[in-house]
């Protein structure tokens, strides 16, 4: 995978571009290739969203904090699970971490807690200045199976709903909800579920 290859018409003509941080581990040119299609989606002011999905077989613990860093500086959205998170930035609490995310220039951060939930991190205005702003989210209860799969579902769901133009919150509950049903089955794949067995869910248990 090389820049020369990339289909830059269409990222430009996209809503938002979505990034894997596996995608920046795999080899050199394959991280060529991420930041190229970065700047052809910011040039073209699509909005653009990151997962880093920290895999430390895949490469040393200071080049993907490097990477990964760099990376969340230039989106929009950023979709860390607490677990990668704390392997980069040796920081236990989660709104230690949100902190630091948003400090490096983010609009949103979806900080993913597993079983715990999620926390969503945005900057509000006041008459000082802007302030950080943290939501907890709760989980969904489901009888679990296999959590694979489930950040990536997460991933899909909240970009979705913010597509959508829907609020935030719902946006983070949706994405909860989402990733839940997918642990209720075996795989990555074939458990993701469609919408309305996600908003039955929801209705079930009005978080």
Not at 34 to 51: M, W
Not at 86 to 111: C, M, R
Not at 184 to 205: F, H, W
């Amino acid at each position: 995978m090389t820049p020369e290859f990339l289909p830059a018409d269409y990222i430009r003509q996209a809503r938002l571009l979505h990034i894997s941080g596996i995608s920046q581990c795999i080899s050199t040119s394959a991280c060529d290739t991420v930041f190229s299609a970065i700047a052809i989606a910011k040039e073209a002011k699509v909005k653009i969203s990151y997962d880093p999905n920290l895999r430390l077989k895949l490469w040393p613990i200071h080049r993907a904090k490097a990477i990964i860093h760099q990376t969340i500086s230039m989106a929009d959205i950023v979709l860390p699970s607490i677990e990668d998170a704390q392997a980069l930035n040796g920081k236990k609490s989660a709104e230690e971490i949100v902190q630091l995310y948003l400090d490096l220039g983010p609009e949103v951060v979806a900080l993913k807690l597993g079983a715990e939930g999620s926390l969503l991190a945005t900057r509000e205005k006041t008459e000082d200045g802007l302030r950080l702003h943290v939501r907890k989210f709760e989980p969904y209860r489901v009888d679990s199976k296999d959590m694979t799969g489930a950040g990536d579902t997460f991933d899909g769901a909240f970009v979705v709903g913010y597509l959508a133009g829907w609020p935030l919150d719902r946006c983070m509950r949706f994405a909860n909800a989402a990733a839940a049903l997918t642990t209720t089955e075996l795989g990555a794949v074939s458990p993701i579920p469609r919408l309305k067995s996600v908003e039955d869910l929801m209705a079930q248990q009005p978080i």
